[in-house]
C-alpha cells in the first residue's frame, strides 16, 4: 500500500502538478520576458481568461504538444539542462471565436459599421489584428477600443476605401477643431494622444512633419529675422506648423510707406518694441551708426 500510495504521489509531483501549473498565469508571469503582458492582463476585460485559452491554439494535438514542452521545461530549470525552444504563440481565430463566435457579433455598433464577418472571412484578418490591445492593455488605457489608425493600415487611398461613409454612418464633422486649435492642441495631445491618433491615423506621418523635423536653423535665436531665404526655398517648412494668413501675415502684411526711413522716428519713440517684432536690434544700431543719429 505504501509503495502504491508513494508511486501515486512521485507520479503527481512528475505528471500531474506540472501540467496543472502551466495552466495557471502565475506561470506565465513568472518569466521575466512575459511578466509585464501579465500585469498588463490583470487589468484588461480577459482578466478571469486564462493565458492557455487564447495563446495555445485549439485542439487536444495542440494541447498535449504545449503542455508536454513547458512539462520538459519544468524539470530542465530543476536539472540545470537547456530548456526546448519556446516562442509565443499569438492568439488565432479559433480561439477568439469559441467565446465571441461571429454570427453573435452585430455589423453596427452605435454610429460605426464593422461587419466582422466580411473582414475575418472575405479578407483573411485575424481578430488579433485589430483587437491587437484587448488583453494586454498599455497603462491608462482599457484597450477594448480599436483606434482608428488600426482601421487605416487598410482603409487607405492605395488600400480599401478610404471614404468615411464606408465606416461611419454619420460623417465625422469638418469642424471639429476650434480657429486656435494649432497653437493650442498641444495640452490634449500630451493628455490624451489617442484622441488624436482616431482621426489623424499616424504620428510619423501627421505629426512628425511638425514636431520631429524643423529647419536646423529654427532654433539659432535669429530665425525671426534670418528665416526669408529658408521660407522662400521650401514655404511647407514654415505651413507645416504656422497658419500663412493668421501667422506669417502678423509681419508680411506690414507695408511702410515710401519714406519710413525718414519718419519711422515718432512711431519708434512711441514703442520701441514694436520695431523688433520684425528686425532685430542690431539693424537699427547699425543704421543710426552709419546715419550718425543717436538710437
Request: aromatic share 6%; charged share 15%.
Amino acid at each position: 500500500m505504501l509503495v502504491v500510495v508513494g508511486f501515486i504521489a512521485v507520479l503527481a509531483v512528475v505528471l500531474v502538478i506540472p501540467v496543472w501549473a502551466t495552466d495557471t498565469p502565475t506561470y506565465c508571469m513568472s518569466c521575466k520576458a512575459t511578466k509585464p503582458a501579465g500585469l498588463a492582463w490583470q487589468t484588461s476585460t480577459h482578466a478571469q481568461v486564462s493565458c492557455t485559452e487564447c495563446h495555445v491554439p485549439s485542439g487536444v494535438g495542440n494541447a498535449v504538444k504545449w503542455r508536454r514542452r513547458e512539462w520538459l521545461n519544468i524539470w530542465a530549470d530543476y536539472l540545470n539542462v537547456p530548456r526546448a525552444s519556446s516562442k509565443g504563440q499569438r492568439p488565432g481565430n479559433d480561439n477568439c471565436l469559441k467565446c465571441h463566435p461571429l454570427d453573435g457579433i452585430p455589423s453596427q455598433s452605435g454610429d460605426i459599421r464593422m461587419p466582422h464577418e466580411v473582414h475575418v472571412d472575405l479578407r483573411n484578418l485575424t481578430c488579433a489584428d485589430c483587437h491587437s490591445q484587448v488583453a494586454h492593455p498599455k497603462p491608462g488605457s482599457s484597450g477594448a477600443s480599436v483606434p482608428m489608425a488600426v482601421c487605416s493600415m487598410c482603409h487607405n487611398e492605395n488600400g480599401a476605401p478610404a471614404e468615411c461613409t464606408v465606416c461611419h454612418v454619420t460623417p465625422p464633422p469638418t469642424d471639429v477643431h476650434p480657429k486656435d486649435y494649432l497653437t493650442t492642441h498641444g495640452k490634449q495631445a500630451l493628455a490624451d494622444p489617442e484622441s488624436c491618433m482616431r482621426c489623424h491615423h499616424s504620428q510619423a506621418e501627421f505629426c512628425d512633419p511638425c514636431h520631429a523635423k524643423p529647419t536646423p536653423d529654427h532654433f539659432s535665436g535669429t530665425w525671426r529675422f534670418a528665416h526669408g531665404p529658408t521660407a522662400t526655398r521650401d514655404p511647407s517648412s514654415c505651413t507645416g506648423c504656422h497658419d500663412a494668413d493668421t501667422f506669417c501675415e502678423q509681419c508680411h502684411k506690414v507695408r511702410h510707406p515710401s519714406d519710413w526711413v525718414q519718419t519711422h522716428s515718432g512711431v519708434a519713440a512711441q514703442s520701441p518694441g514694436a520695431c523688433l517684432v520684425c528686425h532685430p536690434q542690431g539693424m537699427c544700431a547699425d543704421c543710426h551708426q552709419k546715419m550718425g543719429v543717436k538710437p
